[in-house]
């Protein structure tokens, strides 16, 4: 969480790093902040409490000129979001910091820190950070031995980047646990949490590797592993677009990315599936001889990633016949589990960035997992450099919190995946075929789908006054259930809930009552029977409900139930299908609620700490 962005540039810098915030916040927007060395050496330094677009405007009435500089949009972990807990952090008025990450053993060097004279301004464990430089500093022979030593003494997560006023021709950044990126320019370079960031200015990046450490000036960059070793980091040209974080004609990111789903499945598709036969290279070298080994799939995840996991356990248990368990991230890395023999370790992520499920990935690795696929949307992100395979969503730049696009091509490359390990364990070519002809009617199925926006429109009216809901699935449309209920509750502020259809009459049976609406979702299947079962349940109790489901599940709506006809699919293919109305009906929600969509409050894109 957190983003950070930092120039060395002759041009004034400040624009650019304000439009490198605005591209990074979503990973996160309480607060945010930018300092500049002056000509004459002074720093200068704007913070302000809110969106980025606060600190913009604070910065067209006051401008800072300067062409080194640092800036930070804060997703707050110690500290309110308030001004003074905003980065920069700055000690002796020569010092500046930013900071992504946390820094676990703050409380002991702010009191090592308090007993040398420091002053402490703020909460935030990343205050520590600024006067353990200064303090170095006393007794290094250069900024970067200073970082390098403050480095040394910290505990947990950073990504950080500081700079000196006295020293107008550097910044010295560092990494553990938290993602930076080096940009290269024409006689200034740049540093950022992400690409993104850095897209107006240039193509050229190189990533930090864990316990990097690294100077850059405008015409040189610096780079020393965890033993201060000069190391090389190849910087790369990405093609990715400059403009993909517009939104277009769109009122909000979600909404868009929420359309972008046929053509984000339709690009995820292409090339994988040649003359109907899945290209298995599309995994990575090797990929093949891994899956012909693969007894058992574990998979990793947290979120609305883990929700895409739950479906694939569905489909690798019934299609390739294939044992798979499923857990979310920040348990597994802390309980000790057992590895099945011949396991492969896959974990799901939109960022590759997620901390919890890179901490996974590498407990994986210490206890005997022997190969490990990521299913990621981001390339070159921490997840794809770590793991073994890769299956690369392209589901273009994700900008809105709430996970659209991302969602429904993890999806695709699960069903690929399935299909893969399914190829060593007796799926037939029938099969094969049949997975691939449902990909393939995928967009123009969604395309359906996005038709009944409107009618979803005027079905969010009845939730708009509603403080809870209930959703409720059968089989692989229980994860989607689960989907839709962290969906509502993330951008609409309501309270919402998913169960198995069938535990229902364990407990949340008793909820039931005109207030509490019940989302079904119901395509016809082999569990419809026992669905609509469940359904007259709440029925009985006078709850009132909203079923999406295709023709062939026959319901029909009356006083107490609204049918929302989803156009029939082939059942394969289905969770993604209904997972699309369920996306629409959370949005719409929302913007009659007048939350913030794209930015729910409290969250951020990418949880880059635990
Ligand atoms: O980047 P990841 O997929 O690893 O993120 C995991 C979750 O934080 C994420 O899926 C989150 O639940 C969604 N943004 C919710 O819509």
């Not at 090592?112 to 464990?125: A, H, I, K, P, R």
């Not at 190829?423 to 996005?450: C, F, N, R, Y």
């Not at 429109?457 to 006054?465: P, T």
Request: hydrophobic share 40%; proline share 3%; aromatic share 6%.
């Amino acid at each position: 969480m957190c983003g950070i962005v930092g120039a060395v540039a002759q041009r004034d810098v400040a624009d650019i790093l304000v439009e490198g915030l605005k591209r990074l916040e979503y990973r996160g927007y309480d607060s945010a902040g930018v300092a500049v060395i002056n000509k004459k050496n002074e720093l200068l330094s704007t913070k302000r409490l809110g969106k980025v677009q606060e600190l913009d405007q604070a910065l067209t009435e006051a401008p800072l000129a300067g062409g080194t500089g640092i800036a930070h949009t804060r997703w707050a972990t110690h500290g309110a979001p308030s001004e003074v807990n905003a980065h920069p952090h700055i000690s002796s008025n020569t010092i500046a910091v930013v900071h992504n990450g946390i820094i676990e053993n703050h409380q002991a060097l702010r009191s090592q820190l308090q007993g040398l004279g420091y002053e402490f301004l703020s909460q935030t464990d990343t205050e520590v950070i600024t006067h353990l430089v200064h303090h170095e500093l006393k007794t290094s022979d250069s900024l970067l031995s200073a970082v390098q030593k403050t480095v040394k003494q910290l505990e947990g997560a950073y990504g950080t980047v500081v700079m000196d006023s006295r020293d107008q021709d550097n910044l010295i950044v560092a990494r553990s646990g938290s993602p930076l990126v080096i940009g290269y320019g024409l006689g200034e370079n740049f540093i950022a949490s992400d690409i993104m960031a850095l897209l107006p200015v240039t193509r050229k990046f190189s990533y930090l590797e864990e316990g990097d450490v690294a100077q850059i000036s405008r015409f040189d960059v610096n780079i020393f592993d965890i033993d201060g070793k000069p190391v090389i980091r190849e910087a790369k040209e990405v093609s990715v677009s400059h403009d993909s974080g517009d939104k277009g004609e769109y009122r909000h990111y979600m909404l868009k990315e929420t359309y972008e789903q046929p053509t984000a499945i339709r690009n995820s598709l292409e090339g994988r599936l040649v003359a109907g036969k899945l290209d298995i290279n599309t995994f990575g070298d090797g990929a093949d001889e891994i899956f012909k080994n693969v007894e058992h799939v574990q998979i990793i995840a947290c979120g609305t990633s883990y929700h895409s996991g739950m479906v694939a356990r569905y489909w690798l248990e019934e299609l390739a016949g294939v044992s798979c368990n499923i857990e979310i991230a920040s348990e597994f890395r802390y309980r000790k589990s057992f590895v099945p023999k011949n396991s492969l370790l896959v974990t799901i992520s939109q960022s590759g960035e997620t901390a919890d499920t890179l901490a996974a990935l590498r407990l994986a690795k210490e206890i005997g997992y022997q190969s490990s696929l990521v299913i990621c949307n981001v390339p070159g992100s921490s997840l794809v450099r770590e793991s073994d395979l890769a299956f690369m969503t392209k589901a273009g730049a994700e900008i809105g919190v709430a996970s659209t696009k991302a969602f429904t091509t993890q999806l695709v490359g699960l069903l690929m995946m399935t299909m893969a390990i399914g190829k060593h364990h007796g799926m037939s070519a029938d099969k094969q075929a049949e997975i691939t002809q449902s990909l393939m009617s995928l967009p123009a199925k969604l395309d359906e789908v996005l038709a009944l926006a409107s009618s979803i429109e005027d079905l969010a009216e009845d939730f708009a006054d509603k403080n809870h809901a209930l959703f409720l699935g059968r089989g692989d449309q229980y994860p989607i259930a689960m989907e839709g209920a962290l969906k509502l509750k993330e951008i609409s502020y309501i309270h919402a809930e998913a169960y198995a259809a069938g535990e229902l009459k364990h407990g949340p049976l008793a909820l039931i009552d005109a207030e509490m609406p019940v989302i079904v979702v119901a395509p016809k299947n082999d569990l419809i029977e026992k669905l609509k079962s469940n359904v007259e349940e709440v029925r009985a109790r006078g709850g009132l409900m909203y079923v999406f489901a295709d023709s062939d599940a026959n319901f029909s709506s009356d006083d107490t139930c609204k049918v929302i006809n989803v156009p029939v699919c082939d059942g394969i293919i289905a969770p993604i299908v209904y997972t699309l109305p369920l996306q629409l009906l959370s949005y719409y929600v929302a913007i009659i609620k007048g939350t913030d969509v794209d930015q729910p409050r409290n969250l951020a894109k990418s949880v880059t700490v635990e």
